[in-house]
């Protein structure tokens, strides 16, 4: 098993442009959620999906959308990129029964100039 | 919304003393508590968890205890060593909501 697979590890964006944060996971997770991570501010919760077909929204999500056309795949878009989105995402993914062991990727280092 | 207050930030310790760090949470709906274990460049990894009809658990070096009246949950690492310098991350999640929220996280580091 592979895991939970984030690409890419590194990327640096301008301001205004858009990109997506890929997130697969080979476990057959029903959970998959994103997460930021800043200094001293921890582990902020993007979007969340339960379930093929469902997302919501979690403490932070302006700016960055998600879809969740699969169970394998959760992918994050960011719309306009902002300075302010500097920060390592991570995926992470948990089978519901288990309820919340969620399994973490290895993080995205974004740079927003 | 459920809102996670984890203290202290940093923690600093001799190899062989022991660690504790104490969590808040504001949902009393609430019925899941991890905690994780970040090392540095890496994703964070789930070492212990505790479920609210459980007052404590332990594995090995490391026990978790809820008190769910004053809704705390805290991590206690006895006989550290250095290896168990690293960020540590508790959380917490209702029933079924697949939503888990996260504290701010505490630095421990454990000098040789």
């Known amino acids: 098993n592979a895991g939970v697979t984030q690409t890419p590890k590194f990327q640096v964006l301008k301001t205004g442009q858009s990109m997506t944060l890929q997130c697969a996971q080979d476990m057959n997770h029903e959970y998959m959620s994103w997460y930021r991570q800043d200094p001293g501010m921890g582990l902020r919760l993007i979007h969340y999906?339960?379930?093929?077909?469902?997302?919501d929204q979690g403490e932070v999500p302006n700016g960055y959308n998600v879809s969740r056309s699969t169970t394998e795949d959760f992918p994050l878009r960011l719309l306009s990129a902002a300075p302010s989105q500097t920060s390592v995402y991570f995926c992470?993914?948990?089978?519901?029964?288990?309820?919340?062991?969620?399994?973490f990727g290895s993080g995205t280092r974004l740079t927003v100039v | 919304g459920e809102n996670v207050e984890q203290h202290p930030s940093t923690l600093s310790v001799q190899e062989g003393d022991s660690a504790v760090i104490k969590c808040t949470y504001s949902?009393?709906?609430?019925?899941?508590f991890p905690w994780y274990k970040q090392e540095l460049g890496k994703g964070p990894q789930l070492i212990i968890d505790?479920?609210?009809?459980?007052g404590e658990k332990k594995d090995q070096r490391i026990a978790v205890t809820l008190n769910k009246t004053a809704k705390h949950f805290s991590l206690h690492i006895t006989e550290t060593q250095p290896e168990d310098s690293a960020v540590y991350f508790c959380?917490?999640?209702?029933?079924?909501?697949?939503?888990?929220?996260f504290g701010q996280g505490t630095t421990l580091q454990v000098k040789p």
């Open positions: 999906s339960v379930g093929a077909g469902i997302t």
């Open positions: 949902d009393s709906a609430s019925n899941y």
């Open positions: 992470a993914s948990s089978r519901k029964s288990r309820a919340y062991g969620y399994t």
């Open positions: 959380a917490a999640s209702g029933s079924n909501t697949g939503k888990l929220i």
């Open positions: 505790i479920r609210s009809n459980v």
